[in-house]
């Protein structure tokens, strides 16, 4: 079997027992099925009759899985394609198949839940209307507030002195709210959470009301896969940001406050390991997150 983890800082893959990096991820300005094209180029030649696609950029909505047969029927000889929302490569692999729910926060956020076979689904909306508590979210607020305190509206003199350079590098942009902008806010995040470390009141501020917002994101997903608020759903909190400790034991408080029985675990594995585990054990489509090309 062969399973691809199309990423968007780069992508791996698996063919049997080896796994391989690649630096070539998916490009904000290509489709999924180009990125993928793009990738399978680079491959080495495989013959696979089976092919799990792990892919970011779906949103959480799988479709027309056949042009993705027909790509793997080209590149490597496969009779059945199971194309999959990483969010739910994400779920099966950090908790082995089991229920419960997985936050995954990096520059954005979604998280997936899965209970008696049902699945759902939230966030992943994209950093213009989604994406709260996540990386570029910390860091455009920090920034934002950070500006403002510098016009006057706001008091907090050490949030302005501690993101004087991020300021700087906001009066240079020639574009204020294009791609650069972006990559500046996502860039900030881990200050930000350094920031709060230091006691720094705004911060403390953002980094509280980012952990409530994903812990209401934890709870929306679990309900919306059929649990309720009193089940004891092993809950999975990863990404870049969950990594400073404050962040993540005020994430497990409120999920906590929101779901009282609710157990905080460790991750088993990754989106390969998920997609490998879907294709094996999962060979019935799951809308919208899973769909099959040749079963």
Known sequence: ?????LGQSGSRYKFESSRSILSRGKLSSESVFESLRAIFELLPSIKSDI??????????????????????????????VAVIDDGLAGFIGALNGGDGVVLSIGGGVVAVAGHEGKYAHRDGLGSTFGDEGGGFWLGKLAITKALGIRQGRGDDKEMLDYFAEECVAFDK???????????????TAKRVLDAADAGIPTATTIIEEGSRLLAQTVLATWLGCGGNNTDSPEIVIKGGPARNASYYSKIEMQVNAQLPNAVIVQTTGDNVDGAQWIAENMRQNKPPLLLWSGL
């Open 173 to 187: 942009l020639t574009v204020k709210n294009g791609a650069d902008a972006a990559t500046l806010a996502i860039n």
């Open 51 to 80: 092919v799990a696609l792990s892919c970011t950029g779906f949103n959480g909505i799988v479709l027309e899985p056949e042009i993705y047969g027909q790509l793997c029927a080209k590149y490597f000889g496969a009779t059945k």
């Open 1 to 5: 079997m062969l399973v691809v983890d």
